[in-house]
């Protein structure tokens, strides 16, 4: 055990009543942008699996994303806290972005199962599309000894690739699948939205619109859709914009 849940500011204090099972949603990802999708399925996870705090962790240095441009952790990091500052039962840690090296998940869990007491239990949230690839992942066992695995899905969404790998794992996954219309909207979706000179109103909270084009994230937004009153120059951005 490294450090404990009292010395960081970013983690929620649970498990203090040893007769109460307290439940922490861990809501991962890359967050190249946040959007409106992520908040709406933490939010249905809150309600839906009865979860006492969801804790957004931006990925440091994303496992499968080495060859793409990916927009720096302090961004990732900055966005996820301003998207969630109003909602009293999220937390943004900057835990995963301050890691040295590559993040995988078991090391996180890992991490946090040895910080707080065992009546903490761990919902790992992300998207139905990463948890296809679960099983690959690195120490997959130590992810489904420590958490529960929540799968978030648009609808239609077929989850026949995921179910079917998480069947074929020797390891004990267990997996719950919701679906939230709101994840039509996609952070790539966004990104091009950005270069194409487009709004990003009602798909990501205002501030997050503000930070990307005030530090020129991706591209730069049109004046008639507020810009000129967020930034302070109108310089152009070269982007391309990954898959
Ligand atoms: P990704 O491959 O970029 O995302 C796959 C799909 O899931 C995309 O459609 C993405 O949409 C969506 N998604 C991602 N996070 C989501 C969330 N929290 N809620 C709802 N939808 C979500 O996946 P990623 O963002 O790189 O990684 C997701 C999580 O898995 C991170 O915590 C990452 O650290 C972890 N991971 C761990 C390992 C490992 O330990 N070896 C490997 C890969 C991923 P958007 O683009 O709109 O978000």
């Known amino acids: 055990m490294t450090q404990r849940m009292e010395e960081r500011i970013d983690l929620p204090l649970l498990g203090k009543d040893p007769s109460h099972t307290y439940r922490m949603g861990i809501m991962g990802g890359t967050f190249d942008p946040i959007h409106n999708g992520h908040l709406v399925a933490a939010e249905q996870a ?34 996820t806290l301003l998207a969630t500052s109003d909602n009293p039962h999220f937390i943004a840690s900057r835990f995963e972005v301050d890691r040295a090296g590559i993040t995988y998940t078991a090391d996180t869990l890992e991490y946090l199962s040895g910080i707080y007491p065992k009546n903490v239990e761990f919902y790992f949230i992300t998207g139905a599309d990463a948890i296809a690839e679960i099983v690959t992942w690195r120490h ?32 004990h996954f267990d997996v719950t699948y919701l679906e939230v219309p709101a994840l039509a909207i996609s952070s790539s979706y966004l990104r091009e ?27 730069v937004l049109p004046r008639r859709y507020g810009a000129s009153k967020i930034a302070e120059t109108d310089v152009e951005w070269e982007g391309e914009v990954d898959g």
Request: hydrophobic residues 40%; proline residues 4%; without cysteine.
């Open 193 to 219: 939205r950005v270069v194409a000179g487009q709004s990003l109103r009602y798909l990501t909270p205002d501030q997050v619109t503000g930070y990307i084009h005030k530090h020129h994230l991706y591209g």
């Open 140 to 171: 997959a066992e130590t992810i489904a000894r420590l958490a529960h695995v929540v799968g978030a899905t648009r609808p239609g969404y077929d989850l026949e690739h995921a179910r079917s790998a998480i069947a074929a794992s020797n390891h």
């Open 46 to 79: 809150f309600d839906d699996l009865e979860l006492d705090v969801v804790v957004f962790m931006p990925a440091g240095r994303p496992a499968f994303k080495q060859d793409k441009r990916v927009s720096s952790g302090e961004d990732r990091y900055a966005m």
